[in-house]
């Protein structure tokens, strides 16, 4: 955790879940200047007059370095041929906030944790607190899923509150609220534990999940919420990437999840679009 402007913070987890490797970007890059015999690395010399088997691809995805490569990316900025090797990063525990700014950088694909699919346990909750409970099992309810980047307790029970607050006026001007909140199926439920709020959250939790939930109750969430995502740059953009989101100026959340990514970045790339790393 860290403290920020008076607030403290969790930070992002990554992993890095694949890696293509630089052969194939210096493979193009030789291509480009019919220069395969001059390669340090054997297989790509092999390339200029043999069509790659399966054993030569495997041999050209696991080169370590590439001086070729080195002098394009530092000398001559032919950063073109860096869009050849791709990287994906799985994300635990970023925040939406930086979804956002994530979004931002269109060379990229992200596929991010659902919120159409994934708020049946908040909306289990109020519909549990309203029909036996209150807000503060609401408040209860959801500190246990800790599902905030901040982390004071004092700090995320006023956002807990807010949520509280959007869903308690909804209720009172949606008509059947609660078969928005729940599955046909669970209804039975509601009117079965009405007094027994732990037992009807429970039985909510177990029941079937209504489809598309999320879609109701997207205004009540902020930008503190944890998400989780599966990022793929290729090289080039990654190279952007770390430029602008490892900086002072970037916006202090980016700027962790970017030095996460550097830290689970090989260096045969990092050497390649990071200068203190060479």
């Known amino acids: 955790m860290e403290n920020v402007y008076g607030i403290e913070y969790s930070k992002p987890e990554v992993v890095l879940l694949q890696e293509t490797g630089i052969g194939v970007a210096e493979a193009a890059a030789r291509t480009c200047y019919d220069s395969f015999e001059n390669s340090e690395n054997e297989v790509v010399k092999h390339i200029e007059h043999t069509l790659p088997d399966t054993q030569m691809c495997d041999a050209l995805n ?56 994934t708020m049946s346990s908040i909306i289990n909750a109020f519909v549990a607190s309203r029909h036996g409970g209150d807000k503060e099992f609401f408040v209860t309810k959801i500190l246990e899923l800790d599902m905030f980047v901040t982390q004071s307790e004092e700090y995320n029970r006023i956002e807990i509150g807010a949520m509280y607050d959007k869903l308690s006026y909804q209720s ?33 939790e177990y029941g079937k999940k209504k489809r598309n ?45 970017a030095q996460e990514m550097m830290r689970v970045t090989p260096k045969k790339y990092l050497d390649l679009i990071v200068k203190s790393s060479r």
């Open 62 to 117: 696991s080169i370590e370095k590439s001086n070729l490569l080195e002098d394009l990316a530092w000398t001559y900025f032919h950063h073109s041929i860096l869009e050849h090797a791709n990287l994906s990063f799985l994300i635990r525990g970023t925040s939406r906030g930086v979804l956002q700014e994530h979004a931002r950088h269109r060379i990229q694909a992200i596929s991010v944790r659902s919120t159409r699919y």
């Open 172 to 204: 009172q001007v949606v008509e059947d609220f609660d078969a928005m909140a729940v599955t046909k199926s669970s209804l039975e439920f509601v009117e079965k534990l009405e007094g027994n709020p732990e037992e009807l959250y429970n039985a909510l």
């Open 213 to 257: 939930v999320g879609d109701a109750f997207k205004h009540i969430i902020s930008d503190n919420v944890k998400v989780d995502m599966v990022v793929t740059f290729n090289l080039r953009s990654l190279k952007n990437y770390f430029s602008l989101r490892d900086s002072g100026a970037a916006y202090f959340q980016i700027r962790w999840l």
